[in-house]
């Protein structure tokens, strides 16, 4: 078989022809799919072999230290003799792979030949065609869990170790210095555990990737903004928990980390930096600093790790064994994304030239792959597609302008609680808007709108309504089943349409308004996706301003229960509660990073009320909207942030928002109401019907949210992304 191995006196790097290791007992053999390189831990090892005789003493003290003593007890040529013997010698690389049981040891159960597991351990899980792999060192890979990704499995286990030391708990504030690939799976793990992450590098790249990955600011270590954030993310107080995840020789981690963390906050090693920790600093906030030592628990005994003595887990609840397990599961479940991180995938043969590339600095990167011979066999099924429909385009000689003068005259097709509520009373009475007829299923219904808005007409004849050439519009607000099906027929009869979210339930009944779109020449639709509209939203984003490079944005939707007896609870006929307003959340996303997404990942609770939902956008960004229904009452319902090149927009319920980047804006008082854009909306779409103008939001971009709305529900039944094909 092949092995990568180096040779640490001369530096030089090969793939050897060497023996397959035996089966052991107590263990299994592993063929390799794929292995990490650890963009960390393996090229500092590399590095360090390329250097001359004193470049690798100075680097290595604690070893000259082993040497000196031996020289001491057994002579200076007896030393020289087997510290050479050691330096040439072929050393292996690599700790971090998924590979496929060949072969079972004795004695080794609960696994068989054929299962795709998860290896680790700088003796077991290197970058080699086969290895023997003990019993605590593996774990099997979750089913839909792409292989490549699980091949991130131990230096998952190294970040997940320390996050447990730094022991987040619930709106905490942490801060990650260092954002290769360790510091950037920190940050993610921190942000699933419900913690608000700082993070810092030199690398504005890495700090946009973090930004992408769930940090709620980023930048460089001796950047103002990043010391704003933590004073306004913590209201002063500093951070509770810190991570150094940096490597190198400079001592300006440890110091940032004093000058940032709160009193009595916790600082956690976790890469190899300098740690000359300034006394008084440390003295004088009581700061408490951890050590997190490797994959967790039993790392460095014999016992456990090669006799696969496991430790009883009500006295260790999260060993070594456990720890890989339960960052595959994350992954698996979406709560932490790897992909991102994946810069290159090599070919197993290719080893030699990719180790050369990346110490040379000609390839950047956070995570490596390699690809063995094979692989293609063991990779999962290709990721489910949804093709968002083609818009047809629009016939010559759009609508006519209204004769000057002449009220824009709409008919309402339903009367409920939205529509009496957030849509009629920034009608009534507006200059230029007749209420002409109101149409509902029951006579009653009509003739309670008719007198409190003042409508004309109150009937229950669609068809009616729909031939009256009087008629300039027509607004859906039904129930969610009947949509897409009015919004067909009023297409069809020649209406500019406005029909409140969702616009379909279905990919059929999103078809069958694009067909009538075609059909009858007529995109005059808009759906109510008024969000983007909220004046204080618009007013943010312009002092936002434009942006050059990736953004990251969150959306929390605080949604709350339901009512018992509520409609809404009609999933059956009517569509989930994220099917009838995720649109809502998807739009202002997509108007906010100016394009529509490209793939459409959901997780979900087991009741599937809770939703975390992850859209991906053509230039990189990302979107990760919280749709939950267990939050407490009392807390706002929709809370933004977006970030990105140093600035982050943050929007509290519609009621204050602010801008952080070179200079700060805070928007100046309190409104008297929540304006979420309904009443600017209603205006751009009648001054459209009016003048004959565009429609306020283009029909590709309903079509897209819609898509990507519908994708939602396709994630979650088949438990990967979803690509959103024809998405601009």
């Given amino acids: 078989m092949k092995q990568v191995v180096q040779n640490y006196k001369s530096g030089e790097l090969s793939v050897l022809d060497v023996p397959v290791p035996g089966c052991k007992p107590g263990g299994v053999l592993v063929r390799t799919v794929y292995s990490l390189i650890s963009t960390g831990t393996e090229m500092m090892k590399v590095s360090e072999a390329g250097m001359s005789m004193l470049g690798k003493a100075r680097s290595r003290p604690d070893q000259v230290a082993k040497v000196a003593q031996s020289v001491a007890t057994n002579g200076l040529a007896a030393t020289y003799r087997k510290v050479n013997g050691q330096l040439d010698s072929y050393t292996p690389l690599g700790y971090s792979l998924c590979g496929v049981v060949e072969e079972v040891g004795a004695g080794t159960e609960g696994v068989r030949v054929g299962d795709l597991v998860a290896c680790a351990g700088n003796e077991h899980a290197l970058h080699a065609e086969l290895n023997w792999v003990p019993k605590n060192l593996y774990v099997p890979v979750p089913d839909g869990l792409a292989p490549q990704h699980a091949a991130f499995g131990t230096v998952g286990s190294i970040a997940l170790q320390g996050v447990r030391q730094g022991e987040p708990q619930l709106g905490d504030v942490a801060l990650v210095i260092g954002l290769g690939l360790i510091g950037q799976l920190v940050v993610q793990l921190l942000t699933a555990a419900g913690a608000r992450v700082v993070g810092v590098d030199p690398d504005p790249e890495r700090c946009a990737l973090a930004g992408r990955l769930g940090a709620a600011a980023t930048g460089d270590p001796g950047s103002v903004a990043v010391e704003a954030a933590v004073a306004e993310l913590t209201g002063g107080h500093g951070v509770d928990q810190v991570y150094l995840a940096a490597g190198g020789g400079s001592n300006q981690p440890v110091e940032l980390a004093a000058k940032l963390a709160r009193d009595r906050g916790r600082v956690v090693d976790i890469g190899k930096c300098r740690l000359d920790l300034p006394w008084n600093a440390y003295y004088e906030k009581e700061l408490d600093v951890r050590f997190s030592r490797s994959y967790g628990p039993g790392r460095y005994d014999p016992e456990y790790e090669l006799q696969g003595r496991d430790y009883p887990i009500g006295y260790v609840r999260w060993t070594e064994n456990r720890n890989l397990a339960c960052f595959l599961d994350l992954v698996a479940r979406g709560r932490v994304d790897v992909d991102p991180l994946v810069s290159h995938i090599a070919d197993f043969d290719d080893a030699v030239k990719t180790y050369q590339r990346l110490k040379d600095g000609e390839l950047k990167a956070v995570a490596v792959l390699f690809r063995y011979p094979g692989a293609a066999e063991e990779e999962r099924p290709p990721a489910p597609v949804l093709t968002v429909p083609a818009v047809p385009a629009p016939r010559s000689g759009g609508p006519a302008a209204r004769p000057a003068g002449a009220p824009v005259r709409l008919a309402f097709v339903g009367a409920g609680n939205y529509a009496t509520s957030m849509l009629l009373p920034h009608l009534a009475g507006r200059e230029g808007v007749a209420l002409s007829t109101v149409v509902t299923t029951t006579a009653l219904s009509a003739a309670n709108a008719q007198r409190k808005f003042g409508f004309e007409h109150a009937t229950t004849d669609l068809d009616g309504v729909l031939g009256d050439p009087s008629v300039d519009a027509v607004f859906v607000v039904t129930r969610h089943s009947s949509h897409a099906e009015l919004t067909r027929k009023a297409l069809l009869a020649g209406k500019p349409v406005f029909v409140e979210k969702p616009l379909a339930l279905s990919e059929e009944e999103l078809a069958g308004v694009l067909a009538a779109v075609e059909e009858s020449g007529n995109d005059r639709l808009q759906v109510g996706f008024n969000r983007r509209f909220a004046p204080l939203l618009g ?160 029909l590709e971009s309903l079509v897209a949210t819609t898509a990507a709305t519908l994708a939602v529900r396709t994630s979650l039944a088949g438990g990967a992304p979803v690509t959103l094909a024809g998405s601009r």
């Fill in 539 to 698: 007013e943010a984003r312009k002092r936002f301003g434009p942006r050059s490079g990736p953004a990251s944005l969150r959306y929390l939707v605080n949604a709350g229960r339901l009512g018992h007896g509520s409609w809404y609870l009609q999933q059956g006929t009517e569509g989930t509660r994220f099917a009838g307003e995720g649109g809502h959340f998807i739009d202002t996303a997509s108007w906010l990073l100016e394009a529509d997404p490209v793939s459409v990942y959901a997780v979900a609770d087991p009741g599937q009320e809770d939703l975390q939902v992850v859209l991906r956008y053509p230039d990189g960004s990302t979107a990760t909207i919280s749709y939950v229904t267990s939050g407490a009452p009392g807390f706002p319902k929709e809370t933004l942030d977006l970030t990105a090149d140093g600035k982050v927009l943050k929007l509290d319920d519609f009621t204050r928002a602010s801008v952080y980047g070179a200079k700060r804006w805070v928007s100046s008082r309190l409104p008297q109401t929540r304006d979420k854009g309904q009443n600017a909306e209603l205006a751009a779409f009648v001054r459209a019907v009016r003048t004959g103008g565009p429609m306020p939001v283009p």
